[in-house]
């Protein structure tokens, strides 16, 4: 995707002032303390200095969408570690546009929520996804090179997000959603990966993140048992269609079709491949229990999660855990 390459998305938004500056919401208030002490400069704490050498394995290799295919095994040396190249690039070309979708998130949520303590908390996680944009975008640039372009699925849940007027939905969507997804995700490349500056960037990415999950639900954790029931299935339709198309985010199609592989095929063995499946699944293992404490785990919902192999997750650990984060080793 070129650099100069821009979009224009019609969102309409009812800006809401709170007069009162009340501050009735102590949680919220608490997490805004926190999110200003912790604050982190990339320059200072991130060793961009470090040498990545885009060749060496980034994953132990159980992790491969094609693991143990005949389709893997006919490729020469080279076409394998361009193809691990080239897996490694997408998946943080999708967290880069990700980030950016936060943003802009973010900065909507400081306009649409009621409340200033709300407010105060939605402009620090302005400020940190700007920096994840600029710590993602840096990396790319100066490590790998290249980037792709955002995968369909997540471009769809992003415009699904950044249209809705509605102030819950933003938050359902960007901090129990899409922010849940990538703390589970960060979680797991911080634990597999092999190069010592993505684990460190991923660590100290994740601390915000926490935050972010935690935001979303100090906000909805009482809100939907005030709404009517056929609003609150509503809620629920969008967390069950937003968790496939995030399910679906990680199949690497634009991959497949660059380094010129039969697509359908790589999506299907992607699909099924046990070490992908695994992932896929944990990457619903903050977002389930999140689901759970906001109110939105009904027996229906119950149903779909089970068929799409995520409900094991609705007694996993509180995402308000991870804002404890220990450091990287």
């Not at 897996?87 to 990700?98: D, E």
């Not at 955002?150 to 509605?166: A, C, G, P, V």
Request: one cysteine or more.
């Amino acid at each position: 995707m070129p650099p100069s390459a821009t979009e224009h998305l019609s969102c309409h938004l009812d800006l809401v002032f709170d007069w009162t500056y009340a501050h009735d919401r102590a949680d919220l208030r608490a997490l805004y303390e926190k999110a200003k002490r912790n604050q982190w400069l990339p320059d200072e704490v991130l060793p961009w200095e470090t040498d990545v050498d885009l060749e060496k394995p980034a994953a132990p290799e159980w992790l491969h969408p094609l693991f143990g295919t005949e389709l893997l095994a006919r490729l020469s040396p080279a076409e394998r570690t361009r193809l691990d190249i080239e897996l490694n690039t997408w998946t943080l070309s999708q967290f880069l546009h990700g980030e950016q979708g936060a943003l802009l998130a973010a900065s909507q949520l400081v306009q649409v929520v009621p409340d200033t303590d709300s407010k105060c908390y939605a402009a620090t996680q302005v400020v940190d996804e700007a920096r994840h944009v600029e710590v993602y975008e840096r990396y790319l640039q100066e490590k790998v090179g290249f980037s792709y372009p955002i995968n369909r699925h997540l471009k769809t849940l992003l415009d699904l997000i950044l249209q809705d007027s509605r102030w819950d939905m933003k938050l359902l969507g960007m901090q129990v959603m899409v922010e849940g997804l990538a703390l589970a995700a960060f979680g797991m490349i911080r634990q597999h990966t092999l190069e010592p500056l993505l684990r460190e960037l991923t660590h100290h990415v994740m601390l915000d993140e926490a935050r972010h999950v935690a935001y979303g639900i100090l906000s909805l954790r009482d809100h939907y048992g005030d709404l009517p029931e056929r609003e609150v299935a509503e809620r629920e339709d969008f967390v069950y269609e937003a968790a496939v198309l995030m399910r679906d985010r990680f199949l690497f199609q634009e991959v497949w079709e660059k380094q010129g592989l039969p697509v359908e095929e790589c999506v299907g063995i992607t699909f099924r491949a046990e070490g992908q499946r695994m992932f896929r699944q944990l990457l619903f293992s903050k977002i389930v229990p999140a689901v759970k404490k906001i109110g939105l785990l009904s027996e229906r919902q119950r149903a779909r999660f089970a068929e799409l192999g995520i409900l094991q997750f609705e007694s996993w650990a509180d995402p308000f855990a991870d804002l404890e984060i220990k450091p990287a080793t």
